[in-house]
């Protein structure tokens, strides 16, 4: 039996597991060799809490036989700012100034990459756990983020994907997604992760899939 349920604290483990492998090597911005958190544990410590982006209340998880095989982060685009504000407030409280201001210095980079724009409903992050892909999880994860965009009002769902991702590419354009922007990640990112689609989907435009 397969069912989405809004995401809980207590997922925050399997979470932070999903999150890394959604963000691929965009994560090792949560690295941090001075830290006493693994990048997993400063992912499930941001999922546990309220305020941010990556913060439980943002998430759905795919329950397969009730097992947790799946993961959804999505919201408004417009929220996007505010969400931004929320992870530094809790990053600072989970790591402290020193290293909050290391991670900043990460993320400078990132900060470069315009993700989405108001009146979008933005995939965040998506992911199925290795030993469950292929099986349209997936898909069906996609489905369920425009069906929260429609509830919200809105009429298109957009997100970030590495170009070197063919699997995922293909995936989103099946699902009627079309590359809007394309660029390189800025920094060392350029160098390990190369560059970058931005795609959309106006969900106004019905698509027969196959």
């Known amino acids: 039996m397969i069912s989405i349920r809004p995401a809980r604290p207590a997922d925050s483990a ?28 400063l992912l499930a410590a941001l999922f546990h809490r309220a305020g941010g982006r990556l913060s439980y209340q943002h998430g759905f998880i795919l329950e397969a036989d009730q097992a947790p095989v799946g993961l959804l982060i999505s919201f408004p685009a417009s929220a996007l700012s505010l969400l931004d504000l929320g992870m530094g407030v809790n990053l600072l409280s989970i790591l402290g100034f020193s290293a909050m201001t290391r ?28 030993d469950a892909q292929r099986r349209g999880y997936g898909a069906q994860l996609l489905v369920f983020a425009e069906e929260q965009a429609r509830k919200l009002g809105l009429q298109k769902c957009s997100l970030i994907v590495n170009q070197h991702n063919a699997d995922a590419i293909r995936l989103y354009q099946r699902f009627g997604y079309r590359i809007v922007h394309s660029g390189q990640y800025p920094g060392s990112l350029a160098e390990t992760e190369g560059g970058y689609h931005r795609m959309l989907k106006d969900l106004s435009i019905i698509k027969d899939l196959k």
């Open 14 to 41: 399997q979470a932070a597991f999903l999150i890394r492998l959604s963000m691929g090597g965009t994560a090792a911005i949560f690295a941090d060799d001075k830290s006493r958190l693994s990048p997993e544990e």
């Open 103 to 130: 991670f900043t210095r990460r993320m400078l980079p990132m900060m470069q990459v315009r993700e989405a724009v108001r009146g979008e409903y933005y995939i965040s992050n998506v992911a199925v756990h290795p």
